[in-house]
């Protein structure tokens, strides 16, 4: 994709996209509602144009050819069966206009029905099948047409917790079967950092940042990113430089305590306004170093979850800080609590919300 932008009367949805996807990769477009995550797989797919750009598939410019001519196989939120056809009749429509060989349509059914463990129900109406059963379907009528691509737009915001799970390991299963490249839309960051190999953050039409999930889960290029993946999400703190040398920043921050972190933060002067970004598990709830800085705060809070507990706290400025702690700890809502940062475990954004990256000798 290259310069790729959208209106709408008059209206920018997407703003000079670039974005190149590898073959064989799995891309995982990620974003808040609204941010024109789905209007561009719908312009790779070809059901909507473009205002400005270009589109290449195998090096081939794409932005006139007719979406049943690019190769590409399209799975959406809404199952879009048909009600009075079996398991097996949906699977193959595509293939039956196409007017493609009885047998050939035979053996590519069952091919996808035994990738997709949908061999007992092809007899089966979409009624008689759960929700799940169903997001399957959906994708074995994609996998019988073997598609250069795969575009999947939010197939499982319909599905309840339990089965967004199960589908969501059998696509990673599915995806190591069919070593193909798929591109995947949705605004949830759990599925985004467990099925990509690349993330591409989208907010308000623009590109945030494109990297693996770790690479923006620990450095993310902006507030924006930081925030919206992880959950819970980074908490953020205000603070001010108080010096700065060749070899450390020391950072005052406005709910108190004192932060020194190693190396110089080009273009920052003593006085400027800075934001600190640290992640819930990365807090210190037991004795801390002297290099920790230290926050105190009343748990308003407290989740229990069994294997961890997660304690929100209010601290003096009234800023809440999300705090995440192994499931054995004890802490009830009013209780006073302590945490420690890491000098080595923050971010730091500065005025313009971009992340600061120290310059060290």
Do not use: W
């Amino acid at each position: 994709m290259r310069g790729i932008s959208k209106s709408f009367s008059g209206i920018d949805v997407l703003k000079d996209i670039d974005l190149a996807v590898r073959d064989r990769e799995f891309v995982v477009l990620v974003g808040p509602s609204g941010c024109g995550k789905s209007t561009l797989l719908r312009i790779m797919a070809g059901l909507e144009d473009m205002s400005e750009g270009d589109l290449l598939i195998d090096g081939l410019r794409m932005n006139d050819v007719p979406a049943a001519q690019r190769g590409l196989a399209m799975v959406f939120q809404s199952y879009a069966l048909y009600p009075h056809m079996t398991v097996a009749e949906n699977m193959s429509v595509g293939l039956r206009i196409a007017g493609t060989p009885k047998d050939v349509i035979a053996a590519k059914v069952g091919e996808a029905a035994r990738i997709l463990q949908l061999e007992t129900l092809l007899d089966r109406l979409p009624k008689q099948l759960s929700g799940g059963q169903r997001q399957r379907v959906a994708i074995g009528r994609a996998i019988v047409r073997k598609p250069k691509v795969f575009l999947f737009d939010e197939p499982l915001s319909n599905l309840d917790a339990a089965l967004r799970l199960q589908m969501r390991l059998e696509l990673a299963r599915l995806r190591r079967q069919l070593d193909a490249t798929m591109i995947y839309v949705t605004h949830d960051q759990v599925e985004a950092m467990t099925l990509a190999d690349k993330i591409v953050v989208m907010n308000a039409g623009r590109i945030e940042q494109t990297g693996s999930p770790l690479e923006l889960y620990n450095h993310p290029r902006n507030l924006f990113v930081a925030g919206f993946l992880g959950s819970p999400k980074m908490n953020f703190l205000a603070g001010k430089v108080r010096s700065r040398t060749a070899n450390r920043t020391v950072i005052d921050l406005t709910v108190g305590g004192t932060l020194a972190v190693a190396g110089a933060l080009p273009g920052l002067s003593a006085g400027d306004k800075i934001t600190l970004g640290i992640r819930p598990e990365n807090l210190a709830t037991g004795p801390a170093p002297k290099s920790y800085a230290s926050i105190t705060g009343k748990a308003l809070v407290v989740e229990r979850l069994g294997s961890e507990t997660i304690a929100y706290l209010g601290l003096a400025d009234g800023t809440q800080l999300t705090v995440k702690m192994n499931g054995g700890v004890t802490v009830n809502p009013g209780d006073d609590m302590s945490a420690g940062l890491a000098p080595e475990a923050v971010t730091l954004f500065g005025p313009d919300g971009l992340a600061l990256r120290p310059a060290r000798d």
